[in-house]
């Protein structure tokens, strides 16, 4: 047994030594040098047809085995993706549909106390309830636009470009909206809405500009939306969990998304997903 275990090593050490002597050339696989080395350990009747098969296929079996993990993992973040969807639609019904309603209905019974005590001249009472009535107000529109953002209703109803569209009416500064889009899979939609919206708000925030353009496109297969500004540029997509975030919202449908922002020519936001 000892001398069957030094015969081994010593088999092993000549291998070594080989394989250092005569290196295999750069341009050769390495299945070359391992057939060499199986096959001087191995004894000159090895096959060394079978060893290079068993290789093949043992290297078949990995990334077969690689390739099923990675698209376990895409499905995965597709699931995630999703179930965080539905869940922004449900906050944004609840909201609507609870809250935005019970303020609604709180509103109007402030206007009538309000003509109540007017009608029995009780212009302080008047007054205080027009305090009142003017923070509901400014309450019921924070809560609006909440909801809005959570998951915004004409995104359901009407699709991506009108709530685009309506969200650019309320943005500070110019945005040119241009092209358009049909109706797509609604997480196709609200890829392309998130995206449109984080890169309005960061151009908003940041970049100091003038004017965002929005492009709207659909072509072989492909729906896109690119978003530019005139600012000051710097933008990276390492920087920040939200940029990163969509980063992660686009790969989970199969798109991409690409940012250029060089300083001092602005900020451009490209993304795009299959679609049929």
Same mark, same amino acid.
């Given at each position: 047994?000892? #001398? @069957?275990?030094?015969?081994?090593?010593?088999? +092993?050490?000549?291998?070594?030594?080989?394989? %250092?002597?005569?290196?295999?050339?750069?341009? =050769?696989?390495?299945?070359?040098?391992?057939?060499?080395? !199986?096959?001087?350990?191995?004894?000159?009747?090895?096959?060394?047809?079978?060893?290079?098969?068993?290789?093949?296929?043992?290297?078949?079996?990995?990334? *077969?085995?690689?390739?099923?993990?990675? $698209?376990?993992?895409?499905? #995965?973040?597709?699931?995630?993706?999703?179930?965080?969807?539905? &869940?922004?639609?449900?906050?944004? =019904? $609840?909201?609507?549909?609870?809250?935005?309603?019970?303020?609604?209905?709180?509103?109007? #019974?402030?206007? +009538?106390?309000?003509?109540?005590?007017?009608?029995?001249?009780?212009? !302080? @009472?008047?007054?205080?309830?027009?305090?009142?009535?003017?923070?509901?107000?400014?309450?019921?529109?924070?809560?609006? #636009? +909440?909801?809005?953002?959570?998951?915004?209703?004409?995104? %359901?109803?009407?699709?991506?470009?009108?709530?685009?569209?309506?969200? *650019?009416?309320? /943005?500070?500064?110019?945005?040119?909206?241009?092209?358009?889009?049909?109706?797509? &899979?609604?997480?196709?939609?609200?890829?392309?809405?998130?995206?449109?919206?984080?890169?309005?708000? !960061?151009?908003?925030?940041?970049?100091?500009?003038?004017?965002? /353009?929005?492009?709207?496109?659909?072509?072989?297969?492909? *729906?896109?939306?690119?978003?530019?500004? $005139?600012?000051?540029?710097?933008?990276?997509?390492?920087?920040?969990?939200?940029?990163?975030?969509?980063?992660?919202?686009?790969?989970?449908?199969?798109?991409?998304? !690409?940012?250029?922002?060089?300083?001092?020519?602005?900020?451009?936001?490209?993304?795009?997903?299959? /679609?049929?």
């Amino acid at each position: 047994m000892v #001398s @069957t275990d030094i015969r081994a090593i010593q088999r +092993l050490r000549a291998a070594d030594s080989l394989a %250092v002597a005569h290196p295999a050339p750069a341009a =050769r696989p390495r299945f070359g040098h391992l057939i060499r080395i !199986n096959a001087y350990w191995f004894g000159p009747s090895a096959d060394w047809r079978a060893i290079a098969v068993q290789l093949a296929l043992e290297n078949a079996r990995l990334q *077969a085995q690689l390739r099923a993990q990675l $698209d376990q993992v895409r499905q #995965s973040r597709a699931r995630i993706i999703e179930a965080a969807d539905k &869940e922004r639609r449900r906050l944004e =019904r $609840d909201l609507h549909d609870g809250a935005q309603q019970q303020l609604v209905t709180l509103l109007l #019974s402030l206007q +009538l106390a309000k003509a109540e005590a007017l009608e029995h001249s009780d212009p !302080n @009472t008047a007054h205080m309830l027009d305090g009142s009535i003017e923070s509901l107000r400014q309450a019921l529109d924070e809560l609006r #636009s +909440l909801a809005r953002g959570i998951h915004p209703t004409v995104l %359901v109803q009407s699709g991506v470009a009108p709530a685009i569209r309506t969200l *650019a009416e309320r /943005c500070p500064i110019q945005v040119d909206v241009t092209g358009d889009l049909d109706r797509l &899979e609604p997480r196709l939609e609200a890829v392309l809405y998130f995206v449109a919206a984080e890169a309005i708000t !960061n151009a908003v925030k940041h970049s100091k500009g003038q004017r965002i /353009c929005v492009e709207l496109r659909r072509r072989s297969g492909r *729906a896109s939306v690119d978003v530019s500004d $005139d600012g000051v540029g710097g933008a990276e997509l390492s920087r920040g969990s939200g940029l990163v975030g969509l980063s992660d919202r686009v790969a989970a449908v199969g798109g991409r998304l !690409n940012i250029e922002s060089n300083k001092p020519h602005g900020t451009r936001l490209h993304a795009e997903v299959p /679609c049929r």
